[in-house]
C-alpha cells in the first residue's frame, strides 16, 4: 500500500506565492515520475509539471517562467513552488507518483488533492 499526502495549499492574493508539498509513504523501492495535476471547476484535469528519477522537468505553457518542480528522491517527496499566481491557476492540485516499484509491483498512486484558491 502506498499513500500519498500533499499539504501547502490554500488562500493567496494574486501576485503572492505557495509551496505545495507531497510525500509517499509506504512499500516502495523506487518511483520513475512525480507530477503535479490540476483541475479547476468544469475542467478537465491536466498536467502542471513533472520531474522524473533523473531530475528532468516538463512544464505546462501557463506555468512556464512561474511554477518549479523539485524532488527529494530519498524522502519520496515532491515540492511545487508558485511564484506570480493568477486568478486562473485556482483549482484543486493532485500529486500524483508514476511507475512506483514496491513489494505489490508496479503502479500509479494519486494523492487527496489540496485546493489553491487565487483572489484578484
Known amino acids: 500500500q502506498v499513500e500519498l499526502v500533499e499539504s501547502g495549499g490554500g488562500l493567496v492574493q494574486a501576485g503572492g506565492s505557495l509551496r505545495l508539498s507531497c510525500a509517499a509513504s509506504?512499500?516502495?523501492?523506487?518511483?520513475?515520475?512525480m507530477d503535479w495535476y490540476r483541475q479547476a471547476p468544469g475542467k478537465q484535469r491536466e498536467l502542471v509539471a513533472a520531474?522524473?528519477?533523473?531530475?528532468?522537468?516538463n512544464y505546462a505553457d501557463s506555468v512556464k517562467g512561474r511554477f518549479t518542480i523539485s524532488r527529494a528522491n530519498a524522502k519520496n517527496t515532491v515540492y511545487l513552488q508558485m511564484n506570480s499566481l493568477k486568478p486562473e491557476d485556482t483549482a484543486v492540485y493532485y500529486c500524483a507518483a508514476m511507475g512506483v516499484t514496491g513489494m505489490m509491483g508496479r503502479s500509479d498512486y494519486w494523492g487527496q488533492g489540496t485546493q489553491v484558491t487565487v483572489s484578484s
Open positions: 520531474i522524473n528519477s533523473l531530475g528532468r522537468t
Open positions: 509506504g512499500s516502495i523501492f523506487s518511483i520513475n515520475a
